[in-house]
Each structure stands twice: as structure tokens, then as C-alpha cells.
């Protein structure tokens, strides 16, 4: 055997094919890793909706609540649709924190597919160095 020649004698059908089944893989291994990281993000998704949706409802329940109560409380030193206003406020506000820890779950940035994406930019560039 000539150390000057290459050991590998397959053929450029060969080299092709393998190729071509090479690149098969690596797409079926992207699309199976962008399903599982889309399974992970709508999973986040449902979270945040009903960390939102709780907010909500809370929001609701200390209105009614507060509404009398507060108003109730309030009223024994100020007219009673000035006592309304102040504890209406108090609750809204309230409640749209609470409804925004869950808008923040939302963010473009957490519910991107990442590793996805790197992976992809690794793969192009493993491709394109295999071309030259």
C-alpha cells in the first residue's frame, strides 16, 4: 500500500450519498429539536396566560371586596364616591401587576427557539467549511 495514496476508495456516488443522507439526519435532528423546544415554549405560553388569566381574577375579587369594605371604611371620613374612587384605583392598579408578571412571560426573547436557531448557524457553517 502507498502511504501517499488516501486509504478511502469510495466513490464520488458514494461520497454523494452519504452525503445526501448526512444532511437528511441533521435536518430531521433540527426539526425534531425545534418540535421539542416548541413543545417547551407553548408550554411556558399556557403558564403565562394563566398567571394572566389569575391576575385577573384576583383583580376581580379584591374589587368587589375592597370596593365595599375600603369604600365602607372610607366613607366614614369622606363622601362615599370619593371612598369608591380611591379603592377602585387601589385594586386596578393591583391587579395590572399582577396581570403584567404574566405579560413578562410573554417576551419575544424567552419564547424564541434558541437553541434552534444556534444550532441552525452551527450547522450552515459546518457546511459550508465541508463545501470548500
Known amino acids: ?13 458514494e461520497i454523494v450519498g452519504g452525503l445526501a443522507t448526512d444532511v437528511q439526519d441533521l435536518v430531521r435532528g433540527e426539526i ?10 407553548l408550554h411556558r405560553l399556557v403558564g403565562a396566560f394563566l ?4 391576575g385577573f381574577l384576583v383583580a376581580f375579587a379584591g374589587l ?4 365595599e369594605g375600603g369604600a365602607a371604611a372610607l366613607a366614614l371620613r369622606l363622601p362615599v364616591w370619593a ?41 450552515t457553517l459546518m457546511v459550508k467549511e465541508h463545501m470548500r
Open 1 to 13: 500500500m502507498d502511504p501517499n495514496k488516501p486509504a478511502n476508495n469510495h466513490t464520488l456516488g
Open 32 to 41: 425534531a429539536l425545534a418540535r421539542a423546544e416548541v413543545d417547551e415554549k
Open 51 to 54: 398567571w394572566i388569566l389569575g
Open 64 to 67: 368587589v371586596v375592597l370596593l
Open 83 to 123: 371612598a369608591l374612587l380611591i379603592v377602585g384605583v387601589i385594586v386596578i392598579v393591583v391587579g395590572a401587576l399582577v396581570a403584567g408578571v404574566g405579560r413578562g412571560m410573554l417576551s419575544r426573547k424567552s419564547l424564541a427557539p434558541a437553541r434552534t436557531a444556534a444550532n441552525l448557524q452551527q450547522d
